[in-house]
């Protein structure tokens, strides 16, 4: 009645207030089995709700008793006993903590070889449940022998039990490299390869983010990644109908291409900038957000990688994102990997301006709605593309809108590219532009006002001194 009690919400406050916690722990030493299990089933219920609970569990010494029962009960206690386990780790590292002083880790590792594979499962999942919280806690999982044992569980038949090992071993891997490689050494990379074309969608997921949690500490342990053959396999995840597989597809790319122009240049070979991009457009929200950064690493790398993402219609797609996505955060992510493609050379700026990029970045920089990030990140992105952009045309609206800070940017540019492109000289007066660069009050002898000396230069001084009727500037337009 407590177990069955126990499954509402509602009814967890009244147990509490009974003392039901001391009385299940008498029914754990009940002489009938069945007892035994559903009291152990009732206390992982229970302790699952509220971390109170979990430590309830704890000072009330029910632990030291499930484990030692753990190991001699049948595989009914097993799976009820690691589940209570399970529901006190998770919620804090003192709670998981807690779960090893005990002992735990021993009999857990044990279960993982039970002819059973739901006793398998169950202690899969308390072990995960432990590893999750820090890396101290996964180094003690991984010196009670477990990952060798989950190496084997992803090899059984049962998805579940499949399941539970791939995110056990994800959560051991993602703390840091040292633990990273050792689940490498344990040859889990070339079986969690070998299943990403499985039907289940959870099952890739969960293999998706174990290899990402691997891939993404080193270059060492990336090419391990790369060299147990996940392309162009893993570009079909692209396509999954599962958010969390496209998701978590996108990672692993990201955090393959992350590390060096070689990787990067291998996905580029590969097809999977143009893979990432079209999975882009196929999605919205944070789904999303890997592959914008993706894109971002990819172009930072080299002007050749970055402008492989312009080739394959990158630009469009992070500028889409820019404009619709809207959370800030995945918009500071496409600002972001805007200012790494726009950076390297004046072609590849102005494969950015010319998407009408530039005027959504300054607004997000100036608009008091934005998050700082947002803010931080679109600044960056505006210089960073200004510096290299000689395509006048989207220069030339920041005259009026652009705040000092970037204004000096865009004068700057103009004073590169006017003295020697007479046609843009002409544009330039008739659009009003110079008798802007007139109005802008700039410090004597600071950068703006050489800016602005040098675009006077490029024009007879009565042009500069007085702006006719337009008629006499038209006149006038002969002598430049």
């Known amino acids: 009645m407590v177990a069955e009690l126990a499954t509402r919400p509602q009814n967890i406050e009244t147990l509490q207030n009974a003392g039901v916690m001391s009385l299940l722990r008498t029914l754990l030493l009940d002489v009938v089995p069945t007892i035994q299990q559903t009291a152990a089933l009732a206390l992982g219920r229970l302790a699952n709700y509220n971390d109170d609970l979990a430590e309830a569990v704890v000072k009330c010494d029910i632990l030291p008793q499930l484990v030692y029962s753990l190991a001699e009960q049948n595989r009914f206690y097993k799976k009820a006993a690691a589940f209570v386990l399970r529901a006190v780790g998770k919620h804090s590292p003192q709670l998981a903590q807690a779960i090893v002083d005990c002992g735990a880790l021993d009999t857990l590792v044990i279960c993982l070889e039970d002819f059973d594979p739901g ?10 449940y432990i590893a999750r919280h820090n890396a101290e806690l996964s180094q003690a999982v991984v ?29 051991i891997a993602k703390h840091s490299p040292e633990l990273a490689q050792t689940v490498v050494d344990a040859g889990a990379v070339a079986y969690l390869a070998q299943m990403l074309l499985n039907p289940d969608a959870k099952l890739k997921h969960q293999i998706l983010s174990a290899l990402s949690q691997v891939s993404k500490h080193s270059v060492d342990l990336a090419e391990m990644v790369v060299e147990a053959e996940i392309f162009p396999v893993v570009l079909t995840c692209l396509k999954d109908k599962d958010e969390y597989v496209k998701k978590n597809a996108s990672t692993l790319i990201r955090e393959i291409a992350k590390h060096t122009p070689e990787l990067s240049q291998l996905v580029v070979n590969t097809g999977g900038v143009a893979a990432v991009i079209d999975c882009i457009g196929s999605c919205k929200g944070n789904t999303r957000l890997p592959g914008i950064m993706m894109l971002g690493y990819v172009a930072a790398h080299s002007e050749n990688l970055a402008m492989a993402v312009i080739i394959s219609k990158g630009v469009p797609q992070l500028s889409v994102c820019l404009s619709e996505e809207p959370e800030d955060h995945i918009k500071a992510a496409a600002a972001w990997a805007l200012g790494q493609i726009g950076r390297h050379t004046p072609e590849h700026a102005r494969a950015v301006a010319v998407t009408n990029t530039l005027p959504v970045l300054l607004s997000l920089y100036m608009s008091t709605e934005s998050s700082e990030d947002l803010q931080v990140k679109s600044k960056k992105a505006i210089k960073s593309i200004l510096q290299k952009c000689t395509y006048l045309p989207a220069l030339e609206p920041f005259l009026y809108d652009a705040p000092p800070n970037i204004l000096k940017h865009v004068v700057g540019q103009f004073s590169k590219v006017l003295p020697h492109d007479s046609k843009a000289r002409r544009l330039f007066v008739t659009s009003g532009g110079l008798k802007k660069i007139q109005e802008i009050k700039a410090e004597p002898g600071s950068l703006l006002q050489e800016y602005i000396n040098s675009i006077n230069n490029c024009y007879p001084e009565e042009i500069v001194s007085k702006f006719f009727p337009e008629l006499q500037v038209c006149a006038l337009l002969g002598s430049l």
């Open 119 to 128: 006793v398998k499962e169950a202690a899969a999942w308390a072990l995960r």
């Open 143 to 171: 010196d009670a022998g477990a990952v060798p044992l989950l190496v084997f569980c992803i090899q059984e038949p049962e998805i579940a039990l499949k399941r539970i090992a791939a995110s056990a071993l994800s959560d």
